[in-house]
């Protein structure tokens, strides 16, 4: 069982570097979502997804753009990175198409350092 | 703005002793609420959630929690906890007119001493 697979695990990145963060699930599942989590502030919600072609905005989507052209993929990228992107990124699914009954399945985390 | 308060950002407790995080949310028409886990590197994983009925929620591992309306809150308590308990807890909340939006806690990291 893969459930939700992240790449890459770790990257170093340099300040106005662009990139994209990689997030695959197997279960089928219509919700799709990105999380960064920082000491003390917690995991916040950056982008999320309902289903293949549809995407809105969290709390912090400022430097981020998201794409759902599958069900499978939700990819995160980042145009130009800057230190306070500096962070872990989870990528969660869930099998309801809201966030609010389902369960969340998360990656293991991709670590990003920007320098 | 809907949010979540945990009140502790760490918690020490002996081996065996009972423990309570505590987690208060904002008040609003509806709320559901949950409670997660995360071990050293890894991702986050559901230990209960409250979306409606009893007030008094059971979850993996021996954990509980109890939903109180009136005080807005939601804390995790667990009887004798063990070592192997020892992690970092989010509590999350979900308020009724945004579904779609799960807002986490700063966290309280749990840690057990022998």
């Known amino acids: 069982n893969a459930g939700v697979t992240q790449t890459p695990k770790f990257q170093v990145l340099k300040t106005g570097q662009s990139m994209t963060l990689q997030c695959a699930q197997d279960?089928?599942?219509?919700?799709m979502s990105w999380y960064r989590q920082d000491p003390g502030m917690g995991l916040r919600l950056i982008h999320y997804s309902v289903g293949a072609g549809i995407t809105d905005q969290g709390e912090v989507p400022n430097g981020y753009n998201v794409s759902r052209s599958t069900t499978e993929d939700f990819p995160l990228r980042l145009l130009s990175a800057a230190p306070s992107q500096t962070s872990v990124y989870f990528c969660?699914?869930?099998?309801?198409?809201?966030?609010?009954?389902?369960?969340?399945?998360f990656g293991e985390g991709s670590r990003l350092t920007v320098l | 703005a809907q949010s979540v308060t945990q009140l502790d950002s760490q918690v020490p407790v002996f081996e065996e002793a009972p423990v309570e995080l505590r987690c208060n949310y904002s008040?609003?028409?509806?709320?559901?609420l949950f409670w997660y886990v995360q071990y050293p590197n890894q991702g986050l994983q559901l230990l209960l959630k409250y979306l409606s009925g009893s007030t008094l929620v059971k979850g993996i591992n021996g954990f509980e929690a109890e939903f109180n309306k009136s005080q807005t809150s939601f804390h995790l308590r667990k009887p004798s906890v063990h070592i192997s308990d020892t992690a970092e807890y989010f509590c999350a909340v979900i308020h009724g007119g945004a579904t779609n939006k799960l807002i986490f806690g700063t966290g309280t990291l749990l840690a057990v001493q022998p």
């Open positions: 008040s609003s028409v509806s709320v559901y």
């Open positions: 969660a699914s869930s099998y309801s198409v809201s966030a609010n009954t389902g369960e969340l399945f």
């Open positions: 279960m089928n599942h219509e919700y």
